[in-house]
């Protein structure tokens, strides 16, 4: 019986810890709402950690969606191959990249690499009082540290996202027209016939809403940390963590409410 | 002589602990006062009270002759600007080289010219001696006294009225303790006219003595001692006595 007790309250008081956590979440979101509609807007900032971004995921975005293009080029001819309609791959492929693959990637490149780096800077900035040196010269540090990291997550993650479009095209295109031979001609008419503005925009304004949730829970992980270098170590990790799974999570929610208004 | 920070009947309760117990006293300005005490005393939150980044549970603090209670937020931070504060870490941007932390206030909140700004960090870094070699390094590439010296500069940029120090010379060795506490001196001479006031924090009773003009002993949120050095040293009371001959 205490077995079960203790197994149960286990369950209870994490369930209590996670809503605690949340609401604490959503008291940042708004604290850096609130900062971020106060004058000054600083752009140096905005421009430095959009920089950043980019610098720190081009290349893996590059390389990650080359080889996605290619190697989902291949699935779909293997598959399709027996019906005939091999031309149809370039279109499939470019539809799941531009709803699907695309933003999700790159979402999870820039969690993994960038919202990490948010909470290891902003949380060694806590432990060693940088955030009270910024809090006691009267500068706001959810406003110095947080607004700019926000922002700009949630406009270079569209940037990284056409660009993993564009080159997971390129890659399909390669495998598809000049490795298994589909006719070339046939591949862009079919392109250009499935092919919607719309598809685009969705992956786009999803890569917008992924690079906001980024930006936000690795800068919360950062001002949530506590006691010394070992308190870093950790919100990094949770940053990382919880940063890929609201990417994957939140994917279905948005999907479902853009499927409505697009 | 009147006083830069009053304290009226100020105490701080967190939870069922009372941090600052009842406390009324004033700072002098323009002298250098040190707040001594044992860990957890209530010297750090003493501190922040006066920044006001925490509130008193009752009682009432002026800082410059301004009541804290009645600025607000935004208010709060404009008033912080006459403040000047040196972190026991230093706690210099870590993204930034020496010049620029020191150029980080006047960048953030003055119209100067890059000229300007630049003749000011020069004087700045030479008023608390750091060679100009060392200028261009980030925090991390430089030795523990001299993160103090840039954190002293950076605080000194705007010329604050009051000037806080947080266990200044903790962690130090001798030398750099001797060269951070003539410095605290220096700083206070060279800001004479304006008169600035000093107030440390600090467990080290011997570089305490030597710089300070006033000393408030502090023990579990309540003053036991608070008069010129000189009475200090001759106090009777044994708490002192026996902190006087660590
Ligand atoms: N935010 C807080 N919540 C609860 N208790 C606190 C808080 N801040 C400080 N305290 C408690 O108040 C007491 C005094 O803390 P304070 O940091 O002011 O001491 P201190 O004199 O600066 O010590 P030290 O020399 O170690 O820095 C301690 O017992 C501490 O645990
Ligand atoms: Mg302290």
């Not at chain 1, 994490?14 to 959503?26: C, D, K, Q, V």
């Not at chain 2, 209670?69 to 026991?88: A, H, S």
């Not at chain 2, 008069?227 to 026996?242: A, D, L």
């Amino acid at each position: 019986m205490t077995f079960v007790r203790t197994y149960v309250e286990g369950i209870g008081a994490s369930i209590l810890g996670l809503l605690a956590g949340l609401g604490r979440f959503s008291q940042f979101m708004g604290t850096v709402f609130f900062w971020g509609a106060h004058p000054p807007m600083r752009i140096k900032l905005l421009m430095d950690q959009m920089y950043f971004i980019g610098n720190k995921s081009l290349f893996i975005v590059g390389l990650t969606s080359l080889f996605s293009g290619a190697v989902f080029a291949l699935q779909m001819y293997l598959g399709i191959k027996a019906i005939n309609m091999d031309s149809i791959v370039g279109p499939v492929v470019a539809i799941s990249l531009a709803k699907e693959l695309a933003p999700v990637f790159a979402g999870l490149v820039v969690a993994g690499r960038c919202g990490s780096a948010m909470a290891a800077q902003i949380g060694s900035m806590k432990v060693t009082e940088q955030l009270d040196a910024l809090e006691v010269m009267g500068i706001n540090p959810h406003q110095y540290l947080a607004v700019p990291r926000v922002i700009g997550a949630t406009l270079s993650m569209p940037l990284l996202c056409g660009i993993f479009m564009l080159v997971g095209n390129f890659g399909s295109w390669l495998v598809g027209v000049h490795v298994l031979g589909i006719d070339e001609v046939m591949y862009f008419q079919k392109l250009s016939d499935f092919m919607r503005l719309g598809h685009v925009a969705e992956g786009l304004i999803k890569a917008g809403a992924f690079g906001f949730l980024i930006g936000m829970i690795g800068t919360y992980h950062g001002f949530e940390v506590r006691g010394g270098a070992e308190g870093v170590g950790k919100g990094t990790n949770l940053a990382v963590v919880w940063g890929m799974v609201t990417v994957l999570v939140s994917d279905y929610f948005i999907s479902s409410f853009l499927a409505k208004i697009l | 002589m009147a006083d830069a920070i009053t304290f009226t009947n100020v105490s701080k309760i967190y939870g069922d602990a009372t941090v600052l117990n009842n406390l009324t006293f004033g700072i002098p300005e323009g002298q250098i006062t040190t707040i001594l005490g044992f860990s957890g005393a209530g010297k750090s939150t003493l501190m922040k009270h006066i920044l006001g980044l925490t509130h008193p549970t009752s009682g009432k603090i002026t800082s410059l002759g301004t009541d804290m209670e009645t600025l607000d937020e935004l208010g709060l931070r404009e008033f912080r600007r006459n403040f000047g504060m040196v972190f026991q870490y230093a706690a210099l941007f870590d993204f930034l080289t020496a010049f620029e932390n020191v150029a980080f206030p006047l960048r953030e909140f003055t119209k100067l010219k890059e000229s300007e700004i630049k003749a000011k960090v020069s004087e700045l870094m030479q008023a608390v001696e750091l060679v100009p070699e060392s200028w261009q390094r980030l925090p991390s590439e430089l030795s523990g006294g001299m993160r103090k010296r840039v954190g002293l500069a950076r605080a000194l940029a705007l010329e604050p009225r009051i000037m806080l120090y947080d266990e200044p010379t903790s962690g130090l060795d001798p030398i750099s303790t001797q060269v951070v506490s003539d410095l605290i001196v220096d700083t206070a001479k060279q800001n004479a006219q304006r008169k600035l006031t000093s107030l440390v924090i600090s467990h080290d009773v011997r570089a305490s003595l030597r710089i300070s003009d006033n000393i408030m002993f502090l023990e579990k949120g309540k003053i036991v001692e608070y008069s010129t050095v000189q009475g200090f040293k001759n106090s009777n009371n044994p708490v002192i006595r026996r902190f006087l001959e660590l």
